[in-house]
């Protein structure tokens, strides 16, 4: 009796050892995803809900024979709206008009180009669109997930009533981890619980942390119900200058998916936008429509110098250096001890902007190799700083390296 007592307690403590340990290796897979900041496409910022397998397969394709996937591009995600209902036993189902070969179907078409595949839920009752939430579905959703092949979930932050932000995540996150399937977290949560500060340790690759971006250039400002707020492109970097030392390999600061292309800015303000988004180590996830993209508009998306600067495996969030009036100065440090530099006009009219080698963090001394990133130049060897004249809301970004 007390041999069997002990075996039965022995064998118990093993079950729990054993589950444990692989639950940790599990976790430890999720912990190296996204070593670098994710780069992919997004349906949300140009079709909202209009998804459908033609149209994510359509986008899958011209990510490859585009340039993009050459370029790093890797995960398709589908936004909100694939999701209809549950069935009686509770499993999530796909809109069956718009994906009627399911969603492993897209997952197989996605992993057969050599690309991944991400999908969007909510961590409340319903998603920001209505459709059916993860509340309370967590393992669930996860199982079914991973048997699709998912490689990346976003998780967003509508209906979640008085939930805690934070158990939330960690939920799915442990969710993800007992699927067996390495998925990268996108926590959507748009900064309200700053989630900068526990993202990384309830296992988050990336947390956005700001509302959402809107396709124009500008500042904060209410929307006309007197509500807070549309944010253009400089809104969102003045509420992610301040958190760069939250971004890292594996977690990362979101400040939203990309608008470039999507027709609301000039193509000078896009580029300004992409080489802000590259010093922010930020995730770069095209938001336009692939198949239909202007030669200016894939030459920005695919522009290999300004992506390395956001791939760069150190993965420093950039910071603002200087700034005087409308006219900033913005640095990364890279890999190699060198630093990507982007001079940053906000004004409405041309202006000269001047970087100075002591606010990159090198002594005045030093001589530096310049190269421009945009014109594909090297400028040549200079001490204490460069100036360049740059464009109304344009930027000139460089490379400066002892
Ligand atoms: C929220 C998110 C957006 C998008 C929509 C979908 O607004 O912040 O990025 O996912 O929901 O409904």
Same mark, same amino acid.
């Given at each position: 009796?007390? @041999?069997?007592?002990?075996?039965?307690?022995?064998?118990?403590?093993?079950?729990?050892?054993?589950?444990?340990?692989?639950?940790?290796?599990?976790?430890?897979?999720?912990?190296?995803?996204?070593?670098?900041?994710?780069?992919?496409?997004?349906?949300?910022?140009?079709?909202?809900?209009?998804?459908?397998?033609?149209?994510?397969?359509?986008?899958?394709?011209?990510?490859?024979?585009?340039?993009?996937?050459?370029?790093?591009?890797?995960?398709?995600? @589908?936004?909100?709206?694939?999701?209809?209902?549950?069935?009686?036993?509770?499993?999530?189902?796909?809109?069956?008009?718009?994906?009627?070969?399911?969603?492993?179907?897209?997952?197989?078409?996605?992993?057969?180009?050599? =690309?991944?595949?991400?999908?969007?839920?909510?961590a409340?009752?319903?998603?920001?669109?209505?459709?059916?939430?993860g509340l309370?579905?967590e393992y669930?959703?996860?199982?079914?997930?991973?048997?699709?092949?998912?490689?990346?979930?976003?998780?967003?932050?509508?209906?979640?009533?008085?939930q805690d932000?934070r158990a939330s995540y960690a939920n799915i996150r442990a969710a993800l981890?007992?699927?067996?399937?390495?998925?990268?977290?996108? /926590?959507?949560?748009?900064?309200?619980?700053?989630?900068? =500060?526990?993202?990384?340790?309830v296992?988050?690759?990336?947390?956005?942390?700001?509302?959402? /971006?809107?396709?124009?250039?500008?500042?904060?400002?209410?929307?006309?119900?007197?509500?807070?707020?549309?944010?253009?492109?400089?809104?969102?970097?003045?509420?992610?200058?301040?958190?760069?030392?939250?971004?890292?390999?594996?977690?990362?600061?979101?400040?939203?998916?990309?608008?470039?292309?999507?027709?609301?800015?000039?193509?000078?303000?896009?580029?300004?936008?992409?080489?802000?988004?590259? /010093?922010?180590?930020?995730?770069?996830?095209?938001?336009?429509?692939?198949?239909?993209?202007?030669?200016?508009?894939?030459?920005?998306?695919?522009?290999?110098?300004?992506?390395?600067?956001?791939?760069?495996?150190?993965?420093?969030?950039?910071?603002?250096?200087?700034?005087?009036?409308?006219?900033?100065?913005?640095?990364?440090?890279?890999?190699?001890?060198?630093?990507?530099?982007?001079?940053?006009?906000?004004?409405?009219?041309?202006?000269? @902007?001047?970087?100075?080698?002591?606010?990159?963090?090198?002594?005045?001394?030093?001589?530096?190799?310049?190269?421009?990133?945009?014109?594909?130049?090297?400028?040549?060897?200079?001490?204490?700083?460069?100036?360049?004249?740059?464009?109304?809301?344009?930027?000139?970004?460089?490379?400066?390296?002892?």
């Amino acid at each position: 009796m007390k @041999i069997n007592r002990f075996t039965s307690a022995f064998c118990l403590m093993a079950v729990f050892f054993v589950s444990l340990s692989s639950a940790q290796d599990y976790a430890a897979v999720s912990a190296n995803l996204a070593l670098t900041p994710p780069m992919g496409w997004n349906s949300w910022n140009k079709f909202g809900c209009n998804v459908s397998e033609d149209m994510i397969k359509g986008m899958a394709d011209a990510m490859v024979k585009s340039g993009m996937k050459d370029a790093g591009y890797i995960y398709i995600n @589908i936004d909100d709206c694939w999701q209809v209902s549950r069935d009686a036993n509770a499993n999530i189902v796909a809109d069956p008009q718009r994906f009627p070969h399911g969603m492993k179907a897209v997952g197989d078409y996605i992993h057969s180009l050599g =690309l991944k595949f991400g999908v969007y839920s909510d961590a409340g009752s319903k998603t920001c669109a209505g459709r059916p939430g993860g509340l309370g579905h967590e393992y669930q959703d996860a199982v079914q997930y991973a048997a699709w092949g998912v490689d990346y979930l976003k998780y967003d932050w509508c209906n979640t009533s008085t939930q805690d932000a934070r158990a939330s995540y960690a939920n799915i996150r442990a969710a993800l981890d007992a699927s067996g399937r390495p998925i990268v977290l996108s /926590i959507c949560e748009w900064g309200t619980a700053k989630p900068w =500060l526990w993202g990384k340790e309830v296992g988050g690759n990336l947390w956005r942390s700001t509302g959402d /971006i809107q396709d124009r250039w500008g500042e904060q400002k209410k929307w006309p119900d007197g509500t807070c707020c549309s944010n253009g492109v400089l809104a969102i970097i003045d509420q992610e200058a301040p958190l760069y030392s939250y971004a890292g390999p594996g977690h990362w600061n979101d400040p939203d998916m990309l608008e470039v292309g999507n027709g609301g800015m000039t193509d000078t303000e896009y580029r300004s936008h992409f080489s802000l988004w590259a /010093i922010l180590a930020a995730p770069l996830i095209a938001g336009n429509d692939l198949r239909d993209m202007r030669p200016e508009i894939h030459d920005i998306l695919t522009n290999k110098e300004v992506i390395a600067v956001d791939q760069d495996p150190l993965g420093r969030q950039g910071l603002r250096v200087a700034k005087d009036g409308d006219l900033e100065v913005w640095a990364k440090q890279l890999k190699d001890g060198s630093r990507a530099v982007v001079l940053l006009n906000r004004s409405g009219s041309e202006q000269e @902007i001047t970087a100075n080698w002591q606010d990159l963090g090198y002594p005045s001394s030093l001589n530096a190799s310049v190269r421009d990133l945009w014109q594909h130049r090297d400028l040549g060897k200079v001490s204490a700083k460069f100036s360049a004249r740059v464009p109304s809301h344009g930027v000139v970004m460089a490379t400066v390296k002892p």
